[in-house]
């Protein structure tokens, strides 16, 4: 079972645009169900893999909808706390590419409250974490905690930063923190932005390099419209294209890859990374990359079924 630990929210999204006469050209917000590990959970459930969530959740009408929403795509929610504080709000901002940016709602919400479970379930065989999660406390400490201990028991460690500028106060710590966790991840995800953001400003390959010499095993690169790469202690092993569709935005792009490379590699039992070799990680990436672009060919992040998978050529 994959264990996705982190927040889950409401990104509130543009939809069509008001009567500028009245509302100066503002327009109207649609409420969509988010939150980067919230969407790998679902992205790896959707895909026909036990997965789980860990977070703390509102009881508020959001928090309703985002756990009837795991359970609809058969997240398993046994792991999952729910409290009576509100939801965390992002509202999105989309560029003329499509692109997204974030301005968050945070204070006393619902997921930043979570609280170590303990052990993991038996059955747990990989744990992915990242975004707001690791950013804000008490939170960030506990998942932290977590990611460490299961670490030393074996499991296959996944992170994906997927850094939000404006949520860390204290940039030097922040990167002095995550350079402390690279020993404990197997598998690091990481756009090319975040990749410079964290290496402040120098080449995403060559910072992912230096991570493999922290202890990753693999640095899986999304860089947009030029694709997925892997580096290994190999060097940068494989690379795929991404795959040309028309883009409704792309939101959960990344989390959709996230969540479709555990699900391959859970397909696959796969343990070790060090065991892939450049076919091995040619073919996941692929499979990433395909399923991310039925994620942006939607409005929100809806990430695809294995039937979606199955019907896309």
């Given at each position: 079972?994959?264990?996705?630990g982190?927040?889950?929210?409401?990104?509130?999204?543009?939809?069509?645009?008001?009567?500028?006469?009245?509302?100066?050209?503002?327009?109207?917000?649609?409420?969509r169900?988010?939150?980067?590990?919230?969407?790998?959970?679902?992205?790896?459930a959707?895909?026909?893999?036990?997965?789980?969530?860990?977070?703390?959740?509102?009881?508020?009408?959001?928090?309703?909808?985002?756990?009837?929403?795991?359970?609809?795509?058969?997240?398993?929610?046994s792991?999952?706390?729910?409290?009576?504080?509100?939801?965390?709000?992002?509202v999105?901002?989309?560029?003329?590419?499509?692109?997204?940016?974030?301005?968050?709602?945070?204070?006393?919400?619902?997921?930043?409250?979570v609280?170590?479970?303990?052990?993991?379930?038996e059955?747990?065989?990989?744990?992915?974490?990242?975004?707001?999660?690791?950013v804000?406390?008490?939170?960030?400490?506990?998942y932290?905690?977590?990611?460490?201990?299961?670490?030393?028991?074996?499991?296959?460690?996944?992170?994906?930063?997927n850094?939000?500028?404006?949520?860390?106060?204290?940039?030097?710590?922040?990167?002095?923190?995550?350079a402390?966790?690279?020993?404990?991840?197997?598998?690091?995800?990481?756009?090319d932005?975040?990749?410079?953001?964290?290496?402040?400003?120098?080449?995403?390959?060559?910072?992912?390099?230096?991570?493999?010499?922290?202890?990753?095993?693999?640095?899986v690169l999304?860089r947009?419209?030029?694709?997925?790469?892997?580096?290994?202690?190999?060097?940068?092993?494989?690379?795929?294209a991404?795959?040309?569709?028309?883009?409704?935005?792309?939101?959960?792009?990344?989390?959709t890859?996230q969540?479709?490379?555990?699900?391959?590699?859970?397909?696959?039992?796969?343990?070790?990374?060090?065991?892939?070799?450049?076919?091995?990680?040619?073919?996941?990436?692929?499979?990433?990359?395909?399923a991310a672009?039925?994620?942006?060919s939607?409005?929100?992040?809806?990430p695809?079924?294995a039937?979606?998978?199955?019907a896309?050529?």
């Open positions: 079972m994959i264990v996705v982190g927040e889950a929210l409401v990104d509130l999204v543009p939809g069509e645009p008001l009567d500028s006469t009245v509302d100066g050209g503002l327009r109207a917000l649609l409420p169900l988010g939150g980067g590990p919230y969407n790998v959970a679902l992205a790896a959707r895909l026909g893999v036990p997965a789980s969530f860990l977070s703390r959740v509102s009881t508020d009408r959001f928090g309703v909808a985002l756990a009837d929403r795991l359970s609809a795509s058969h997240v398993d929610t792991l999952l706390q729910r409290g009576n504080e509100p939801t965390t709000l992002a999105v901002a989309l560029d003329e590419r499509g692109a997204a940016q974030y301005t968050f709602y945070v204070e006393g919400t619902a997921d930043r409250l609280s170590d479970p303990g052990a993991l379930p059955e747990t065989t990989a744990l992915s974490l990242g975004t707001l999660g690791m804000l406390e008490p939170g960030a400490s506990a932290e905690r977590i990611l460490r201990r299961e670490s030393a028991r074996g499991t296959l460690t996944a992170l994906d930063p850094i939000r500028e404006a949520l860390i106060a204290d940039p030097a710590a922040y990167r002095a923190r995550f402390s966790w690279l020993p404990d991840v197997r598998l690091l995800k990481i756009s932005d975040d990749a410079a953001w964290l290496a402040e400003g120098a080449d995403p390959v060559a910072a992912a390099k230096s991570w493999v010499e922290s202890g990753v095993d693999a640095v999304t947009g419209a030029d694709g997925l790469s892997v580096i290994t202690s190999a060097g940068e092993l494989a690379h795929v991404s795959r040309k569709v028309a883009v409704a935005d792309t939101i959960g792009a990344g989390d890859v969540g479709a490379l555990l699900a391959w590699l859970h397909e696959r039992t796969v343990r070790d990374l060090a065991a892939l070799d450049a076919g091995a990680w040619t073919e996941a990436l692929a499979y990433a990359a395909k672009s039925i994620t942006v939607r409005s929100g992040a809806e695809p079924t039937a979606d998978m199955a896309t050529v």
